[in-house]
């Protein structure tokens, strides 16, 4: 009788422990889990079949968000006035916060700790050039089983280069998937 005691107690915990683990693992010893992509992304406002958004909540997934299936799965789209290209932050839905931009001097080599406080970030669009670099908090969402929620995460993104010609953009982003975890660095 005492062996299903213990049986019964470690079924209860799974889904406990599934949960805390998709949320930054609390438990796992200041593990951060860095992604590092190279993404081309069209201009929204040309005409285009690529994706015009980056997702770093989806682990730097490329978006369409102008398409309903992926509407509000982005934290940062591409658009252009003439031939400035911006990039254009999500801007949240409801109670929950949109995505944020900081400028930066460091570099994905050596990225440091993002900003935590949500007042250093942007909340609008900001004109991108060649080489610019930036901090990215990402947006706040309706949360999900194994999703961060109303917790950022957090990035640096370099802009490769700009062709306006075609309007595409090619970013390089580093992203900690760890729940609300600033640190970018290896």
């Given at each position: 009788m005492r062996a299903v005691y213990p049986v019964a107690l470690t079924l209860l915990l799974l889904p406990a422990l599934a949960v805390l683990g998709a949320c930054g693992d609390p438990f796992g010893a200041n593990q951060n889990l860095i992604l590092l992509d190279s993404v081309k992304l069209a201009a929204v406002n040309v005409s285009s079949t690529g994706p015009t958004a980056i997702d770093l909540v989806l682990a730097n997934a490329p978006s369409h968000p102008e398409q309903p299936n992926e509407a509000g799965q982005w934290d940062l789209q591409v658009r252009m006035s003439g031939s400035t290209f911006q990039l254009v932050p999500n801007p949240g839905s409801g109670v929950y916060r949109g995505a944020g931009l900081v400028k930066t001097t460091r570099t994905l080599e050596d990225p440091g700790n993002a900003p935590r406080a949500s007042d250093a970030y942007t909340r609008t669009a900001l004109t991108v050039a060649a080489g610019d670099r930036f901090y990215?908090?990402?947006?706040?969402?309706?949360?999900?089983?194994?999703?961060?929620?109303?917790?950022?995460?957090?990035?640096?993104?370099?802009?490769?280069?700009?062709v306006p010609d075609s309007g595409v953009v090619h970013l390089a982003v580093k992203s900690n998937q760890a729940c609300d975890d600033e640190r970018l660095g290896g």
């Open positions: 990215v908090q990402s947006r706040q969402y309706q949360p999900v089983a194994g999703g961060c929620g109303t917790v950022p995460k957090y990035g640096i993104l370099s802009v490769v280069s700009l």
